[in-house]
């Protein structure tokens, strides 16, 4: 894998708080020197996100939301947040359709907040993957096909959007899949994507149990452009750690 332009994002899920904010001194200075040039974006929860664009205004770490309303103004929705907000606050990315939020959001809902995080410009963070049942079942493809169609339908402006596959089966598990397996779905994600001609310069990452440990096989697929790390994001130590053991 080349390592220049590779994603590293961190979804923080539900942890942080406002003193952590300067957790991230040392990814900034890292991030101002690193030598691959990795492109890293934070997505902390909603109530960290202004101290999060502060705290990186002047680095090249960009901020996104873990999620979106389907209405992208505002509205009478009582504890919801619009992709207008999130760009009001300077946040440029959001992630949509993360296995922890799918219970509440069917593929329908997904694309309409993928439509209304472009509708304001944000670069989406489009989240798939199969359950362990579906890949026990040799369900994966259809699953993958199935929430990357209804995901992406009627959208045309697929430069803004980026694929995370993420198994649900590998999210915070420790589990990652063999190295055939993930060359496999993905290569199945880019080749579906190509299909559909629209979207045939997306980026696909990786999401899954990444850490310090196996981010150097990881590295070594080479149709991957990317890495969604959650728990091990949230220790600055071992986030660089696995941007340093990414150059290879
Ligand atoms: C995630 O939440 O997207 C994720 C990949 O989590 P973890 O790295 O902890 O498995």
């Known amino acids: 894998m080349t390592n220049n332009n590779i994603y590293f994002i961190a979804n923080w899920k539900m942890f942080g708080s406002v003193k952590l904010v300067n957790s991230l001194n040392n990814v900034i200075s890292y991030s101002k020197k690193n030598k691959h040039k990795a492109k890293i974006v934070y997505c902390p929860p909603y109530t960290l996100l202004k101290s999060f664009v502060d705290k990186t205004k002047n680095s090249n770490i960009e901020i996104g939301a873990q999620d979106c309303h389907i209405n992208s103004d505002y509205g009478p929705y009582t504890g919801a947040i619009s992709s207008k907000m999130i760009k009001d606050l300077g946040a440029k990315f959001v992630i949509i359709g993360h296995s922890e939020t799918r219970k509440e959001n069917d593929n329908k809902k997904i694309n309409l907040k993928i439509k209304s995080a472009l509708n304001k410009k944000l670069n989406v963070i489009f989240c798939i993957g199969e359950k362990l049942i579906d890949k ?9 096909k199935k929430q990357l169609l209804e995901g992406l339908k009627n959208l045309n402006k697929l430069n803004k ?30 080749d579906t994507l190509k299909r559909s001609k629209k979207f045939s310069m997306s980026k696909v990452l990786y999401g899954g149990s990444v850490n310090q440990k196996n ?9 991957i452009d990317g890495f969604l790390i959650g728990g091990a994001s949230t220790n600055e130590k071992i986030f660089i750690d696995i941007m340093k053991k990414s150059i290879i």
């Open 215 to 223: 981010i150097k096989n990881l590295m070594r697929i080479d149709n």
């Open 136 to 144: 026990k079942k040799n369900k994966t493809k259809f699953v993958l």
């Open 161 to 190: 959007v980026i694929i995370a596959y993420e198994p649900v089966w590998s999210i915070g598990t420790g589990i990652v899949p063999t190295e055939n397996n993930l060359i496999k779905n993905v290569k199945f994600i880019k």
